[in-house]
């Protein structure tokens, strides 16, 4: 079968692999759509420091189900359109002995440290298959990003009538967006392109600020009626916005980093302490997600 392999940074190539050979409790996808993450470009780019080449990329998956080995649940059936969890826990970390896979220490994504699922064929065990029904494929392909953000936005325990900021309304952004709202958060949603400033207005969000258009710091005070709000969700992954994040919460808010940084930040950290905020990673996604 055909895959897409990135060989090297700027390398990319068509190889001829063997079909994977399914082994117990195993599912195997025709996959059929498959995102192309920010993690992806990384990859490409020679910025993603989990991977080794040569690496065949892929983890935001939609396929069909086409032949399920012994041990599988007679649920999952071939004809089946799912998406797949595409990480591989450790279950010996301590993250993973406190039921939270999603930050394991030793985790495998397909893709980054796994070969992934830019090929005609992938072979899955069944507990990572997630039924589609009532989502087309291309749907099915942004589940894992989407799920990505729900869980940043769980991860900022917003509550009803706060207002909650969230830089950036990529994928992850509009996940949290969406659980802000979900929540009753006042969602304040900054980006730069009107387009997804207008998408998530569809979605509900409250307040939409242009950050290239706008001066982002006085409209978020007038907003915000001079308090800042309850929880920032930096979902960009800008040293300038990992800095505003800080600046902008308000006094005792809540700040949630779900972008990863590509160079390292200057904090001044007095304020985490006179604002005495809380401050939270979000990794990845989990089942409930
Ligand atoms: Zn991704
Ligand atoms: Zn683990």
Redesign the pocket.
């Known amino acids: 079968m055909k895959a897409f392999c990135i060989d090297e940074p700027g390398k990319y190539s068509f190889k001829e692999i063997p079909e994977p050979v399914l082994r117990e409790g195993e599912v195997l996808l025709r996959v059929k759509k498959i995102?192309y993450?920010?993690?992806?470009l990384n990859t490409w780019r020679g910025l993603n420091p989990l991977v080794k080449y040569p690496r065949i990329p892929g983890?935001?998956i939609s396929g069909v189900v086409e032949k399920t080995a012994s041990g599988v649940p007679g649920s999952i059936r071939v004809g089946d359109v799912v998406t797949a969890m595409p990480y591989t826990s450790c279950g010996k970390c301590w993250s993973c002995l406190s039921d939270r896979p999603n930050a394991c220490k030793n985790n495998e994504t397909l893709g980054v440290q796994r070969e992934g699922a830019l090929t005609e064929f992938v072979a899955l065990p069944w507990e990572k298959i997630i039924d589609g029904k009532g989502l087309g494929l291309r749907e099915l392909a942004i589940v894992?990003?989407l799920a990505?953000g729900i869980h940043a936005g769980k991860r900022c325990a917003p509550k009803e009538g706060e207002f909650m900021l969230v830089f950036g309304c990529g994928m992850i952004g509009i996940g949290a967006i969406a659980e802000g709202i979900r929540a009753g958060a006042k969602v304040i949603a900054v980006d730069v392109d009107d387009d997804k400033l207008g998408m998530v207005r569809a979605i509900g969000a409250a307040h939409t600020v242009n950050s290239r258009k706008e001066n982002l710091a006085e409209r978020v005070a007038e907003i915000t009626g001079g308090h800042g709000p309850a929880v920032v969700l930096e979902a960009i992954g800008l040293p300038e916005t990992f800095v505003q994040a800080v600046d902008f919460v308000a006094y005792s808010g809540r700040v949630v980093f779900v972008g990863y940084a590509k160079a390292p930040v200057t904090f001044d950290t007095k304020y985490f302490i006179l604002k005495e905020i809380s401050i939270r990673g979000s990794r990845g996604s989990g089942r409930p997600d």
């Open positions: 995102g993450c920010g993690s992806d983890h935001e894992e990003p990505i």
